[in-house]
């Protein structure tokens, strides 16, 4: 999954070295807050490597934003949540979206996220698929069909594009979007996108200091 997402992140940004790391000390897929809470510390152990290896941004790709704030908050450089990028690409397309997810358990944090973002105003729906992160990535006939009638449920509550809520579905967006029709918003690759104008901006105002 993770050799999934980076190939997502560097086709949005090709000029762009894009690294991918995978935390092993977390569970093998985040599906509600306890696998976000356990997975946070390993998220944080990656943080002294990042900042060897002279990265400039880092994205956490797990569409419920784990461990956000803490990472935020010890990084030497801008973090940036999937979640959070695509809230933001979607509403800047004006309108409402919805979000459709994986497992229900997920729909509170995305929920909770949407608030302490500011945009539950602008989101019309959450919905869950019921299917299991790593089911989502795989792809098969089966869950790319309940993908598909996912979106267009969700598309007929909105008024606006549906933003994909989980990394899983990156790989994806362009398959679901040609049987559905939407607009699709991927994390991944609006994340990848804002990252690169985060490190422009920082790079300009270090020339001015």
């Known amino acids: 999954m993770t050799e999934s997402i980076v190939a997502s992140a560097r ?6 070295e894009i690294l991918g790391w995978t935390n092993h000390a977390g569970p093998p897929a985040i599906q509600g ?19 060897q290896a002279g990265v400039e941004a880092v994205i956490i790709a797990c569409f419920d934003d784990t461990g956000l704030d803490k990472a935020r908050a010890a990084a030497h450089c801008p973090v ?19 979000v459709v997810t994986t497992l229900a358990v997920s729909v509170p944090v995305i929920a909770a996220n949407l608030t302490s973002y500011g945009f539950s ?3 019309g729906a959450v919905n869950a698929s019921g ?5 989502v990535e795989e792809g098969s006939p089966a869950t790319m069909a309940r993908l598909s009638d996912e979106i267009a449920l969700t598309t007929a509550s909105t008024s606006g594009p549906v933003v994909l809520g989980c990394a899983g579905m990156a790989r994806h967006r362009a398959a679901l979007e040609a049987r559905t029709g939407a607009v699709l918003i991927d994390g991944v ?12 901006l920082r790079r300009g105002s270090s020339k001015t200091l």
């Open 131 to 135: 299917l299991s992160v790593l089911a």
């Open 189 to 200: 690759e609006s994340a990848a996108l804002l990252a690169a104008a985060m490190i422009r």
């Open 80 to 98: 940036i949540g999937i979640g959070q990028a695509a809230f933001h690409m979607a509403a800047l397309l004006g309108g409402g979206f919805g």
């Open 121 to 123: 105003g602008v989101c």
């Open 11 to 16: 086709a949005a940004l090709p000029e762009a």
């Open 33 to 51: 807050p306890e696998d976000g809470d356990a997975a946070v510390p390993g998220l944080l152990a990656l943080l002294p490597a990042a900042r």
